[in-house]
């Protein structure tokens, strides 16, 4: 019988136990992750990867980790990707195309959170170098 939260872990994780994990390879600057994108929206981010793709991945892997994750699905029933809530109510999203760009993108949704860590609300688009 194996673990209902994300990785395995044996207890539901909030964003404070995972910023560390995450901040050690995707620093954080002014509660954001990335660079401004090409909104004139702060909360639109990029990162920029050699495989963006994988770099999502990893990213969604270490912020969700030790959440409740269902599947994401389009409006044809498809998965399109992974929605993730944490023990403090920050909900993360991946999405492995963006309806936007077509790039990968995950969105942090903090506003039911009781603990942000300084993290602020945001979509965080994976973009080619």
Same mark, same amino acid.
């Given at each position: 019988m194996g673990s209902e939260f994300?990785?395995? /872990?044996?207890?539901?994780?909030? !964003? &404070? =136990?995972?910023i560390p994990s995450i901040t050690s390879d995707y620093p954080l600057s002014n509660g954001y992750f990335g660079t401004h *994108?090409?909104?004139?929206?702060?909360?639109?981010?990029?990162?920029?990867?050699?495989?963006? &793709?994988a770099t999502?991945?990893?990213?969604?892997?270490?912020?969700?980790?030790? *959440?409740? =994750? =269902?599947? !994401?699905?389009d409006s044809r029933g498809n998965v399109k990707g992974a929605i993730t809530?944490?023990?403090? *109510? /920050?909900?993360? /999203?991946w999405r492995? /195309? &963006?309806?936007?760009? *077509?790039s990968p993108a995950i969105d942090i949704n903090i506003y039911r959170s009781n603990s942000s &860590?300084?993290?602020k609300t945001q979509k965080i688009h994976f973009v080619k170098e």
């Open positions: 994300k990785g395995g /872990t044996d207890h539901y994780h909030s !964003l &404070s =136990e995972n *994108g090409n909104s004139n929206d702060n909360k639109v981010r990029h990162i920029a990867s050699d495989d963006p &793709s999502a991945l990893d990213f969604y892997n270490k912020i969700a980790h030790g *959440g409740k =994750e =269902e599947k !994401l699905y809530s944490l023990s403090d *109510g /920050t909900i993360i /999203t492995e /195309t &963006s309806s936007s760009d *077509g &860590s300084g993290l």
